[in-house]
């Protein structure tokens, strides 16, 4: 059992920080059963962190002890893995741009893939199933605005317009045009606003 012990901890080494790995990806170490009572363990001995449902991440080791990875890294990583497209709530978006000077309790992220939650350490990473022209212009300033303006809502769009209007470059501005057709109605005005400006 020692043996599957260092072959797991091994194969978590090799990986990047944040990287989640689940019993599946293992089994070519030893049986399921075994593979399962191996990371139960390691979990209980804190060299591993459960962070969802049979999904796994090593912890980080710094100046201070062992931390768990950056939620954005395991975000990425999870999104890399399972092929789904996860973005920046809008409401971390809007406070990027300045829109509103709330700053989010809790990290939420929009997916493709299904609604659920993840633990790093006493943090709660929260994933909510998101429409497509949510996720459009993943990784870009020019999607977050579109997150930012959704999130904001139309009562107070168009004094959104004027804030992104000064923050957005042009090919920024350009580029949410090109995705105006996939986009409900009123934010599709608000980006005429804001195309109009340019």
Known sequence: MEALTASVMNHFRQLPEGVPVTAKELLHLGSR?????????????????????????RPVNGRFGA?????????????????????PHGAAAANEF?????????????TSGKTRRLRLGNQIIELRHAPSWQLALPGQRAGSAIRALAWIGPEQADSAVEVLRDKLSISERNAIAGVRRLLPTW???QVSKLIASA
């Open 187 to 189: 934010i599709a005005r």
């Open 98 to 110: 300045g829109l509103t000077t709330q700053v989010p309790v809790r990290e939420i992220y929009l």
């Open 33 to 57: 059963a075994a593979v399962d009572q191996t990371l139960s363990r390691l979990v209980r001995r804190g060299s591993l962190m459960r962070v969802g449902r049979g999904s796994y991440v």
């Open 67 to 87: 931390r768990p990875p950056e939620p954005a890294q395991v975000v990425q990583a999870l999104a890399e893995q399972r092929g789904e497209h996860i973005v």
